[in-house]
């Protein structure tokens, strides 16, 4: 499967403001030297040496992860702002797909907010199934699609094929992927999500305040955590922050180097960054994950940050 992240910001959008990119600005034009502007191939070399959070961002939209298994149809969990990118980019694909199947972890805004903006739900030519183990999937998203919140309305101008189904206890196919679900501990109710393939599995985990119960060792944790190849995981706070908002419904990246390491997942990605940090301190966040697991001993693990735009192949 591939796995794309279309947003990976959490509660809010958060566009790049002017002082950032002008600090970014100012940050490379300090580093370059003559030399690096000598030809083109060695300003290609310069701008490929700087770091990522200057010659690069994380992204501003809200949480959207493209899923797309070897066989079958396109699984998108969560539309958020970044599902309006993703629809954007397939109106300009030569084989655009033409079934959807998007699954939610829950309702909050930052989850939601780009639905109406997703094309293929217009598209008479497209299937869009919605799925939530929460019932009234169907009332739950059309109320935020009407007057005055929005000009159209989901009953009167989705002209696609929408299906809404409320999720079971057991597993679901589609295609080659097999997709289970497992509820976390955020404020009015979330779930996640592990969807597995040719004995490969993704695990998507957001919006998440972990407990001591999620590391326990039970068959069902580990079913639902254990052994996955990729592990989004809502890893919005540092420890201090995460302290100071108990109860918020979020994690800190140290605690999910914890929750990788007791799980065993061998690749984890932070998701669901905090509006308030800039691309700056996320990437510090990223190498206080990195030395954390390494001083666990955990030699295995690899962090990276969920970044727009970025494709994981698993
Ligand atoms: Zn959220
Ligand atoms: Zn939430």
Redesign the pocket.
């Known amino acids: 499967m591939i796995i794309k992240i279309w947003g990976a910001r959490g509660s809010r959008p958060t566009p790049v403001h002017c002082e950032q990119v002008q600090s970014k600005i100012s940050s490379v034009v300090q580093r370059i030297q003559a030399r690096d502007t000598a030809s083109p191939q060695a300003r290609e070399r310069f701008l490929a040496s700087l770091p990522p959070w200057l010659f690069g961002t994380v992204g501003g939209n809200t949480a959207c992860v493209e899923v797309t298994p070897r066989e079958g149809p396109t699984i998108i969990i969560d539309a958020g702002s970044g599902i309006a990118e993703l629809s954007a980019a397939m109106s300009q694909r030569t084989n655009p797909r033409h079934e959807f199947h998007i699954f939610f972890t829950?309702f909050?805004y930052?989850?939601v907010q780009g639905l109406p903006f997703f094309g293929p739900a217009y598209n008479p030519d497209c299937s869009v199934h919605f799925y939530s183990p929460l019932a009234d999937v169907r009332q739950t998203l059309s109320a935020h699609m009407r007057h005055p919140y929005f000009p159209v309305t989901m009953e009167e101008k989705m002209g696609g094929n929408l299906f809404f189904h409320q999720l079971q206890n057991d597993t679901l196919q589609l295609g080659s992927a097999v997709i289970r679900h497992r509820e976390l501990n955020?404020?009015g109710r979330?779930w996640g999500y592990r969807i597995e393939e040719d004995n490969k599995a993704f695990v998507h985990a957001s919006?998440v305040e972990l407990l001591e119960s999620d590391f326990e060792k039970s068959d069902a944790n580990s079913a639902f955590f254990g052994n996955s190849d990729i592990l989004i995981l809502d890893t919005q706070y540092t420890l201090g922050e995460a302290i100071e908002k108990f109860n918020w419904?979020h994690s800190s990246f140290s605690l999910g180097v914890d929750f990788a390491t007791a799980w065993d997942a061998r690749r984890l990605y932070l998701f669901h960054h905090e509006p308030l940090y800039d691309d700056a301190k996320i990437h510090k966040n990223l190498q206080l994950a990195r030395w954390y697991a390494q001083r666990l001993g955990n030699l295995d693990l690899e962090v990276y940050i969920s970044q727009e735009g970025m494709e994981i192949e698993l």
């Open positions: 829950h909050h930052d989850h955020h404020p979330g919006d419904g």
